[in-house]
T-cell receptor, first 113, second 114 residues
């Protein structure tokens, strides 16, 4: 049972345009969500997070939106740059500190110059 | 530099030959964990440790062992590796940020079991 799903395995976007990566979850008890970016031959690196008490969090070109009623979150990258080409994982956890993380299967983003 | 260091980065071994993948972090993190990444399955948690001498199973612990004798080290042990353990492995440790823990990952260890 995949509790966190990223239904798009890949996405191609032109440089300068918006990239939208989507993530759905099934467990309504998750209350903290994170996005990680992974380049080839490297470990995932933290990108941005959001608590369930918010519906939006912004950090520079990256914005994460959370729709709790739909159990859906999305990562917006504006404007997209070739250096953003990577695999993006969303993850869900519990802020109470259980250290239980559930990751999605990842979306490979390719930004075309 | 704050980091999580895994070794070896690449390993080819044969079925049944015991191996250990080491993981060390220099950030004084209490929490450490191991994940495996497989195509179409994302990152799945193998084992995690809340602190020294405290370990617990993740989602896919079969065939693996861990130990946490020191805070900085969290080795992953494959007592009798099998081909289905061919995978990309990541060690991670956590820091607290805004009420939840953000994982810092190592660079990964690609293991092939023949």
């Amino acid at each position: 049972d995949q509790q966190v799903k990223q239904n798009s395995p890949s996405l191609s976007v032109q440089e300068g345009r918006i990239s939208i990566l989507n993530c759905d979850y099934t467990n309504s008890m998750f209350d903290y969500f994170l996005w990680y970016k992974k380049y080839p031959a490297e470990g995932p690196t933290f990108l941005i997070s959001i608590s369930s008490i918010k519906d939006k969090n912004e950090d520079g070109r990256f914005t994460v939106f959370l729709n709790k009623s739909a159990k859906h979150l999305s990562l917006h990258i504006v404007p997209s740059q070739p250096g953003d080409s990577a695999v993006y994982f969303c993850a869900a956890t519990f802020s109470s500190g259980t250290y239980k993380y559930i990751f999605g299967t990842g979306t490979r983003l390719k930004v075309l110059a | 530099e704050a980091q999580v260091t895994q070794n070896p980065r690449y390993l080819i071994t044969v079925t049944g030959k015991k191996l250990t993948v080491t993981c060390s972090q220099n950030m004084n993190h209490e929490y450490m964990s191991w994940y495996r990444q497989d195509p179409g399955l994302g990152l799945r948690q193998i084992y995690y440790s809340m602190n020294v001498e405290v370990t617990d199973k993740g989602d896919v612990p079969e065939g693996y062992k861990v130990s946490r004798k020191e805070k900085r080290n969290f080795p992953l042990i494959l007592e009798s590796p099998s081909p289905n353990q061919t995978s990309l492995y990541f060690c991670a440790s956590s820091s607290r940020l805004s009420g939840a823990n953000v994982l810092t990952f190592g660079a990964g260890s690609r293991l092939t079991v023949l």
